[in-house]
């Protein structure tokens, strides 16, 4: 039996945007239905064919953009105004939506979410049903999982981990080595 080669979406050349250094993204138009995406309707902007699957219902739509060598798959979605760049990976069940960053080679993955003006990068991840929104901001190799929580102006850097369903909130970082797990909440004023 032969393998669909069917594609989910094409370029649409007439409607770019151009961020400098020459890269060139593309509006993305759905060929066919798939998920809650109905055949015709218009997506996000990516600068290639690799930057989104054909397969799965993996999609970018609204004002989103997805360049360099990152890449969106599995069933993720990236909507509104996100950016997902460099090297960085949206997968499964993941969704990445408002103003949201994720950059480098951060990846999100499951069903995590990373949304508001939050920016997951360095080599962060963010796993599971673990929740990133505000202003907070994950990188160096920290890692949220397991329906961990990072809101506010919160962040979470070098080699920190939150999991289990702990929260951090307001002004707090949560650096170094450091493990927050369980019903732990860490919260920080400036």
Request: net charge negative; with cysteine.
């Amino acid at each position: 039996m032969e393998q669909s080669t069917a594609k989910k979406y094409e370029f649409l050349i007439n409607d770019t945007i151009e961020l400098g250094g020459g890269v060139t993204l593309f509006r993305i138009k759905a060929l066919i239905g798939f998920g809650n995406v109905k055949k015709g309707e218009l997506g996000g902007y990516v600068e290639k064919e690799g930057n989104l699957c054909h397969s799965g219902k993996a999609w970018v739509t609204g004002n989103a953009k997805v360049y360099g060598s990152a890449r969106v798959s599995g069933d993720a979605e990236v909507s509104g105004n996100a950016k997902v760049f460099g090297n960085a990976e949206v997968i499964d069940n993941a969704k990445v939506y408002d103003n949201a960053l994720v950059s480098d080679n951060a990846w999100v993955a499951d069903d995590a979410e990373v949304s508001g003006n939050a920016k997951v990068s360095g080599h962060a991840k963010v796993l599971g049903r673990a929740m990133v929104t505000g202003h907070a901001k994950v990188y160096g190799n920290a890692s949220l999982h397991d329906s961990a929580w990072l809101c506010d102006n919160a962040k979470v850097y070098d080699n920190a981990n939150v999991l289990h369903g702990a929260k951090v909130t307001g002004n707090a970082e949560v650096s170094g080595d450091a493990w927050i797990s369980g019903d732990a909440e860490v919260s920080g004023n400036a």
